[in-house]
């Protein structure tokens, strides 16, 4: 079992940047992939980014290409999402996500944090 806590969120102006947090308690969390995802509400949850075990690879929608970037510090059990360039667009709730890799970047995401609240005033 792998618990999950995002921090980071909060309130910036557009053009700003935000780090996010994702910390892991439990078993075996070095060994599953993590993806960041976000939710407006009414909206379904959407697939942000994500990077495999090692941090080594990562994958990442077209809209957030050259602005976010997620890394992992294996030894703190902790994966962040650099967000620089924000936008009014990227408010949401953003939450991360933790599971076995089916086919990359295609993941079965098993375990998933509560989720934080990141909002962009133009």
């Known amino acids: 079992q792998v618990h999950l806590v995002e921090s980071g969120g909060g309130l910036v102006q557009a053009g700003g940047s935000l780090r996010l947090s994702c910390v892991a308690s439990g078993r075996d969390f070095e060994r599953y992939a993590v993806g960041w995802f976000r939710q407006v509400p009414g909206k379904e949850r959407e697939f942000v980014t994500n990077?495999?075990?090692?941090?080594?690879?990562?994958y990442s929608i077209d809209s957030v290409k050259g602005r976010f970037t997620t890394s992992r510090e294996i030894a703190r059990n902790t994966v962040y999402l650099q967000m620089n360039s924000l936008e009014p667009e990227d408010t949401a709730v953003y939450f991360c996500?933790?599971?076995?890799?089916?086919?990359?970047?295609?993941?079965?995401?098993?375990?998933w944090g509560q989720g934080t609240q990141v909002t962009v005033s133009s």
């Open positions: 996500a933790a599971g076995g890799v089916i086919d990359w970047p295609e993941v079965r995401y098993d375990f």
């Open positions: 990077i495999n075990w090692s941090g080594t690879i990562t």
